[in-house]
């Protein structure tokens, strides 16, 4: 796989209002953009630190993966995110290498990105997202 860099890492919060201070205040980061994934269910907040991003990730739907992780793990770590040149030969590896995936093809995610995840089973238990710029269709 060509990764190139982490791209960002993904925390599943109950709520990003509450959770801004933090970020803003104690640790002196700027959210730049906060934005709704409907098809994810998902609200997500991003600062910089870097050339790394970090994702808050707060569920819209008691039935979202964000929510059920949330239920189920609590608020903390979600995935990690690495940027490659192409999602699919990525993907493409993977599934030679046996890693069993969640996404066979690239779907849009935040910030416009094209994004593909990992099974953690098959991952040393970490969700891992592929992403790349997304292609403007």
């Known amino acids: 796989m060509d990764i190139t860099h982490i791209e960002h890492l993904g925390i599943a919060v109950k709520s990003i209002e509450q959770s ?11 959210c730049y953009n906060i934005e709704e994934v409907a098809d994810q269910k998902v609200k997500t907040a991003f600062f910089k630190v870097g050339q790394t991003k970090i994702e808050l990730l707060e569920p819209t739907s008691e039935d979202s993966t964000i929510a ?3 239920e189920k793990k609590g608020e903390g770590i979600h995935h990690i995110a690495f940027a490659v040149p192409s ?6 590896k993977a599934a030679e290498k046996g890693v069993q995936l969640i996404d066979k093809a690239p779907r849009p995610g935040a910030e416009g990105m094209d994004i593909a995840f990992l099974h953690p ?6 969700l891992t997202e592929l992403c790349m ?5």
């Not at 999602?87 to 493409?92: E, N, P, S, W």
């Not at 089973?121 to 970490?126: A, D, F, G, L, Y």
């Open 87 to 92: 999602v699919q030969a990525a993907l493409d």
């Open 121 to 126: 089973k098959s991952t040393c238990s970490v």
């Open 20 to 30: 801004l201070p933090y970020y803003e205040e104690v640790l002196g980061l700027k």
């Open 133 to 137: 710029p997304g292609s403007k269709k």
């Open 68 to 70: 059920k992780f949330i």
